[in-house]
Structure formats: structure tokens, C-alpha cells
């Protein structure tokens, strides 16, 4: 039997989201120890984000590996027989481009991953929730996604019999088990739902879902012809998962992995969240998790996108918590205000043209770019038009102090206060 002390049960891998260049690089700056992408249709979010293409294989992986963060191409939505070629060809790619593991939920995926000893990951597809089940997949997985309706109690349970049971992977490890941490949850159970392929034939177990459940509903009674009343019109949006005030009890359940939602989100919004775990896991190891912090973090990730926050049914919750408005409930937004020009490596100052309102010193800017990632900062000094200046305007040329490289495709914004909804949570 594999005995782990208390400190490394709880040093938690981090796994971030990246739907294209730009969040993988805020994902690789802010922490993460694995990222999670898809390559063109055949994954959960086909249509909610740019997605990479076969070609970006080995890009991503030459990127990862410099950091030594671990990459997973995930193929986990249903597979019809038509797939099953491109399935073929983007395992063997993953396999010449290192990719570290495939995430899957179809025993054909599963079958070819191992075919050429890919590393296989179970996805929350599958729903696994109980021991023997897991069991089955440990002969195809070294990680297992359990099912996004189990209490840490049932969770602990399991990652018990795990220890208990030596039950492994291919790899002759112990099975990993990974739970989804933060971010956007599904009305349905696992993700399993099929309201948008009835309504507009657009299949969410295909990456293609239209996300209807997120409108206002009203219930009215066919047989009466009265219209229910609703304390929420959005009886079907949940809000968004957050685990970091729980995330010491996440650790003592035996958790390995800690997965973060996001591929269809903004780079900024992955920075930000990427960061605020990385930091509360690794307080978790180091015995300096608290309140104080927590309060801090929970601060942070309200500034990006968020519909509000609960733990899911990791405490024994048996009902949802719905949003109760559409969209997101942020208390920041960006302006786009610009974008970037050149960068003078030997001062390290970032040139800027702004097309759109103005800019002055105190701001906060958000500068992203496929190489540059998310970058958030304070304007302490700059010049306009060459000339040190406190205030710019649309049409100025701005230069500013900046300790990393942009590029021309960089994009600048103005970080403010959302007004509406900083009230909120």
C-alpha cells in the first residue's frame, strides 16, 4: 500500500482551462500544473470557444513542457461513426506531440488512446459514483473524474477505498481522482443534457449547446391556464461552482485533482482564477490557509465573469442555487481602448495606439495576446506623443513601463468598476 502524509494528500494539481493561445498563456503565468483544451469539434466546447486546430498540437506542447505543466486534449463528447477517423488522427497527433493524456468518455476513444499508450482520463460524462464502477475504468484510466453530484463525504468514501483497495491505473499508480472546482455548472446531471438538441437541434453531448436553460422561464399550469408564481425566473441557471472556501475540506477528501471550468471564458477571467487557486492550494500546503485569505480570493474572483458562487453538492446540498439574472454578475468589465504597436526591449516600454476612450495614470489596463497571455497592471507613468503626460485620448500614441514583451495583435483595455452589479454576492 502507497501511504501519503497530510501535506502531499493536500498539494492539490491545478488544472486550468485554455480555449485558445491567449488563456493558455494566462493559465501557464498564473500557476497552473496542467491545462485542458480541444482540438476542433469533438469536444465539450466546440461552439463556446475558438478552440485549437491539429496544427497547434505541437505548439502547446513545446510551450507546457518549458513550464513542465501537463497538457490533456479532451475528446469526451459523444462519437458517432463518422468521428471515429478524425478521433483516430487526432489521438495519433496528440501521441507525436507529447500531449501528456486524453480525456474521454466513449469506449472507442478510450480503446484507441490506449492502442498507442496514451495516458487516459475518465470524464464526468460517464458519472461515476461509486467504487466499483471506478474500478471498472482503473483498467483504462490513471484519472478519473468523479460525478459532479457527489458530497465530499462520498467522495472521501471512495478515495478511501482507493488507498484501502490499492486499486491502479495502466500506469501502476493509484488512481487519481479529479472533481471540477470552480466555474459554470449544468442544470443536468454531469453535463448529460438534451434540452438544446430538442430545441434547437444543437446537441450540448456534442460541444454544441445553446445554453436556452440560462433564459427566464414562467411555469404555467395547462390544465388551469394560471401562471405560477416564482421567487427566480431563472429557474434553470445555476450559479457558478466555487470551491475555495472549501478547498481544505476538497484536500482532506483525497482529491489529486482540481479542475477549473473555463475553455469558452476570457483570459483575464482564467488569470485571475488560475491564480487566486494556485495561491489557496498552495496555502493549504504550507498551513497558512484562512479566512482573511479566502475573503481576499473570493474578492478576485468576483471581478471576472461569474453568475455568483456556491459550493455545488460538495457539502450535502441536495438542490441547486439558480442565478437570478442573466449574465454575468462581475463586479469589473473591460474597455477595449487600443491596441499594441511595438515594444522596445532595451528601455522595456510597450507602445500603444488608442482607437477608443481615454486612458490616465492610476487606471488599471489589461493587456492579452496569444504570447502575451492575460497581463493586468497599474498606469504609474507614461508618455503621449512622446511627451510625459497624465492623461491620453483616443487617437494618442501611448508609451508605457512594461516588464514583458507585446506584440502587435495585443490588445489593451481599461479595467473599471461595473456599476450595476458590484452590489451583487
Known amino acids: 500500500m502507497v501511504n501519503l502524509d497530510k501535506k502531499e494528500m493536500q498539494k492539490i494539481e491545478l488544472m486550468a482551462p485554455a480555449g485558445n493561445f491567449e488563456s493558455l498563456q494566462a493559465a501557464l503565468d498564473n500557476g497552473a500544473d496542467s491545462v485542458y483544451f480541444g482540438v476542433e469539434q469533438l469536444n465539450m466546447r466546440a461552439r463556446a470557444?475558438?478552440?485549437?486546430?491539429i496544427d497547434d498540437l505541437s505548439e502547446i506542447s513545446k510551450r507546457c513542457t518549458e513550464k513542465n505543466v501537463r497538457t490533456y486534449l479532451t475528446l469526451n463528447t459523444i462519437i458517432y461513426d463518422h468521428d471515429l477517423t478524425i478521433v483516430k488522427t487526432l489521438i495519433n497527433e496528440a501521441k507525436k506531440a507529447n500531449i501528456?493524456?486524453?480525456i474521454a468518455m466513449d469506449q472507442a476513444v478510450i480503446a484507441m488512446?490506449?492502442?498507442?499508450?496514451?495516458?487516459?482520463?475518465i470524464s464526468t460524462q460517464i458519472n461515476i459514483t461509486n467504487i466499483e464502477t471506478l474500478k471498472f475504468y482503473a483498467m483504462f484510466a490513471d484519472t478519473i473524474v468523479l460525478s459532479r453530484e457527489l458530497s465530499l463525504r462520498q467522495v472521501k468514501k471512495i478515495t478511501d477505498q482507493i488507498i484501502k483497495e490499492e486499486v491502479k491505473g495502466p500506469s501502476g499508480r493509484l488512481v487519481e481522482i479529479e472533481i471540477f472546482g470552480h466555474g459554470a455548472l449544468c442544470m443536468a446531471v454531469s453535463g448529460k443534457c438534451y434540452m438544446s438538441l430538442h430545441t434547437f437541434n444543437s446537441s450540448?453531448?456534442?460541444?454544441a449547446c445553446k445554453q436556452n436553460c440560462r433564459k427566464k422561464y414562467t411555469v404555467i399550469d395547462q390544465e388551469t391556464g394560471i401562471e405560477m408564481e416564482l421567487d427566480n425566473e431563472y429557474i434553470m441557471s445555476p450559479k457558478d461552482l466555487c470551491t475555495i472556501d472549501i478547498l481544505d475540506k476538497v484536500a482532506d477528501a483525497g482529491v489529486r485533482v482540481l479542475k477549473l471550468e473555463g475553455r469558452g471564458r476570457a483570459p483575464e477571467y482564467v488569470a485571475k482564477v488560475t491564480k487566486?487557486?494556485?495561491e489557496a492550494i498552495d496555502s493549504i500546503a504550507d498551513g497558512t490557509y484562512n479566512k482573511e485569505k479566502v475573503e481576499n480570493w473570493l474578492v478576485e474572483l468576483k471581478k471576472v465573469y461569474n453568475r455568483g458562487f456556491w459550493n455545488g453538492y460538495y457539502l450535502g446540498q441536495k438542490l441547486g442555487e439558480w442565478s437570478?439574472?442573466?449574465?454575468s454578475q462581475a463586479t469589473q468589465k473591460k474597455l477595449y481602448i487600443g491596441k499594441g504597436m511595438h515594444y522596445f526591449p532595451k528601455a522595456k516600454i510597450g507602445e500603444f495606439k488608442l482607437e477608443a476612450f481615454d486612458l490616465k495614470i492610476g487606471d488599471t489596463i489589461l493587456i492579452t495576446g496569444p504570447t502575451t497571455g492575460a497581463q493586468e497592471m497599474e498606469v504609474s507613468q507614461m508618455f503621449v506623443n512622446d511627451i510625459k503626460g497624465d492623461k491620453a485620448q483616443r487617437g494618442d500614441s501611448v508609451t508605457i513601463p512594461l516588464d514583458f514583451r507585446i506584440r502587435p495583435s495585443d490588445k489593451l483595455y481599461k479595467i473599471v468598476l461595473e456599476e450595476k452589479k458590484e452590489e451583487n454576492n
Open 49 to 53: 470557444s475558438i478552440n485549437f486546430t
Open 100 to 102: 501528456t493524456a486524453i
Open 113 to 121: 488512446a490506449r492502442s498507442v499508450d496514451m495516458e487516459v482520463h
Open 204 to 207: 450540448a453531448n456534442r460541444g
Open 276 to 278: 487566486s487557486y494556485r
Open 324 to 327: 437570478d439574472s442573466s449574465g
